[in-house]
T-cell receptor, first 109, second 117 residues
Framework: GQNIDQPTEMTATEGAIVQINCTYQ??????LFWYQQHAGEAPTFLSY??LDGLEEKGRFSSFLSRSKGYSYLLLKELQMKDSASYLC??????????WGAGTKLIIKP | GAVVSQHPSRVICKSGTSVKIECRSL??????MFWYRQFPKQSLMLMAT?????????EQGVEKDKFLINHASLTLSTLTVTSAHPEDSSFYIC?????????????FGDGTRLSIL
């Protein structure tokens, strides 16, 4: 079966760095997406990786290793507004998006 | 760019009512639109994939006659929850994908919170 694993919850301190991991087993691979979802709101697109390596976008970076079926989202200089759920999603060989359950990130002052 | 508008944002209605939710891509043409449902503290659950001009593809366990989807144009898809019951109360979210390029992300509407009394 297809599976996306990410931690259920993480806690970090304002101003610090946090890394949210995602491992996947899917039938084929056509890209990995990270989304941010604040409570009661719809997800918003953060990043896309299809080749191995690091993609940087301001305070957020996303890394992919296809051979390991592994990605992480790195958030730097954490702000209180970064408190949200972070969803990892993989597009399989049929171009279907397989969603992880999300990681709830709690930022403490 | 890539704005998706979903309306209404919140619906409260009596059991047995049918509710229609609209999803529009405002500044791009969406070949494919997706409808999700999300229960509190759970992940997104894909209900159906809709392609313009053709019948929607429903995920296993989703009743086609209960959740009617129409994708009449490249910028509009609608979901109608027919004869809604309290167990249909949920957060419904649509998303739209521009073109057929696998590199394109899904862009989400703001969601519709449906409460059936």
């Amino acid at each position: 079966g297809q599976n996306i694993d990410q931690p259920t919850e993480m806690t970090a301190t304002e101003g610090a760095i946090v890394q949210i991991n995602c491992t996947y087993q899917t039938s084929g691979f056509n890209g990995l997406f990270w989304y941010q979802q604040h409570a009661g709101e719809a997800p918003t697109f953060l990043s896309y990786n299809v080749l191995d390596g690091l993609e940087e976008k301001g305070r957020f970076s996303s890394f992919l290793s296809r051979s390991k079926g592994y990605s992480y989202l790195l958030l730097k200089e954490l702000q209180m507004k970064d408190s949200a759920s972070y969803l990892c999603a993989v597009r399989d060989s049929n171009y279907q998006l397989i969603w992880g359950a999300g990681t709830k990130l709690i930022i403490k002052p | 760019g890539a704005v998706v508008s979903q309306h209404p944002s919140r619906v409260i209605c009596k059991s047995g009512t049918s509710v229609k939710i609209e999803c529009r891509s405002l500044d791009f043409q969406a070949t494919t639109m997706f409808w999700y449902r999300q229960f509190p503290k759970q992940s997104l659950m894909l209900m159906a994939t809709s392609n313009e001009g053709s019948k929607a593809t429903y995920e296993q366990g989703v009743e086609k006659d209960k959740f009617l989807i129409n994708h009449a144009s490249l910028t509009l898809s609608t979901l109608t929850v027919t004869s809604a019951h309290p167990e249909d109360s949920s957060f419904y979210i649509c998303s739209a994908q521009e073109g057929e390029d696998g590199n394109q992300p899904q862009h989400f509407g703001d969601g519709t919170r449906l409460s059936i009394l």
